[in-house]
């Protein structure tokens, strides 16, 4: 059964001599029910062995996320996209079958860049739609470090996480971060936000999204306020850390596909 079909497409596809209400109501009868489906990367064989063969290799690691920033891009634009549903069965959100996989579209608005680690958000910074490596250099090199040297005082290097995005392959940014003693930057998993730690952030600001937002400033004011208000909540950040173990269990046993986080 596919269940992205709404009532009305499987009467018609099976031709079914009864009402859609009475499909709904069998439907649940047999333990499903409708709900809104996860939202996934697309994952191809290879990625789905480079991020086992990290979850292997991390798995012993436990102070060592305490001395790591997580940092990402986040787009957040004013057009909201209507809410997809499926009919499932209880417990099996995150099979693929039930997953909507993510297509990268939509109309950018505003470009943000930020980063955490376990004493919580840092800086958050405005980014230009199309950020090249230059301006990501500057923004390491104006921000990443000065984070660093105040949060992290006397520790003699941190880990680094960033995505496998082209700006950040590029060489010019891959030398700057071979020049960087205090910086290691791991060898991160194309397509693995779940266990990116600051995809949890972008969560909760789209999460408390206002209908109201139209604006780029409104916009701007908006995703400000939200990740300012997250200093306020160190369990979360607390909690986000000593997740990491189960996201990368998570992983492990599903050979390297999609996970609950």
């Known amino acids: 059964m596919n269940g992205f079909q709404s009532t009305r ?11 859609m209400r009475t499909i709904r109501r069998r439907l649940q009868e047999n333990g499903y029910f409708h709900r809104i489906p996860a939202e996934k990367e697309i994952l191809k064989a290879q990625h789905k062995e480079q991020r086992l063969a990290f979850a292997l290799e991390h798995l012993v690691w ?3 996320w305490n001395v790591t920033i997580f940092s990402d891009e986040k787009v957040f634009n004013t057009d909201e996209n209507g ?9 099996t959100r995150y099979a693929e079958e039930n997953v909507r996989f993510r297509q990268r579209s939509g109309r950018i608005t505003l470009g943000f860049w930020g980063c955490m680690s376990s004493h919580g958000p840092g800086p958050l910074v405005r980014t230009t739609p199309h950020m090249n490596s230059e301006e990501y250099i500057q ?14 005082p006397g520790i003699p290097y941190v880990n680094f996480i960033q995505d496998n995005s082209g700006v950040h392959r590029a060489r010019a940014v ?7 003693p205090n910086l290691r930057t ?11 730690l600051i995809e949890n952030l972008w969560g909760i600001i789209v999460q408390n999204w206002e209908p109201q937002i139209q604006t780029r400033e409104a916009l701007a004011q908006y995703v400000s306020d939200q990740w300012e208000g997250l200093r306020a909540r160190p369990d979360l950040f607390n909690n986000l850390i000593a997740s990491m173990p189960q996201r990368l269990t ?10 609950r986080f």
């Not at 891959?174 to 960087?180: F, H, S, T, V, Y």
């Not at 791991?186 to 990116?196: F, G, H, I, Q, T």
Request: one cysteine or more; proline letters at 5%; a negative charge.
């Open 186 to 196: 791991l060898n991160w998993p194309a397509k693995s936000p779940d266990m990116n």
């Open 62 to 64: 436990d102070r060592e």
């Open 139 to 152: 923004i390491l090199s104006d921000v990443i470090l000065p984070y660093i040297a105040e949060t992290f």
């Open 174 to 180: 891959q030398n700057w971060l071979a020049a960087q």
């Open 83 to 91: 809410r997809v549903t499926l009919w499932r069965l209880r417990g």
């Open 9 to 19: 497409k499987i009467k018609a596809d099976t031709a079914l001599a009864c009402s």
């Open 250 to 259: 998570a992983v492990i046993e599903n050979e390297g596909s999609v996970t």
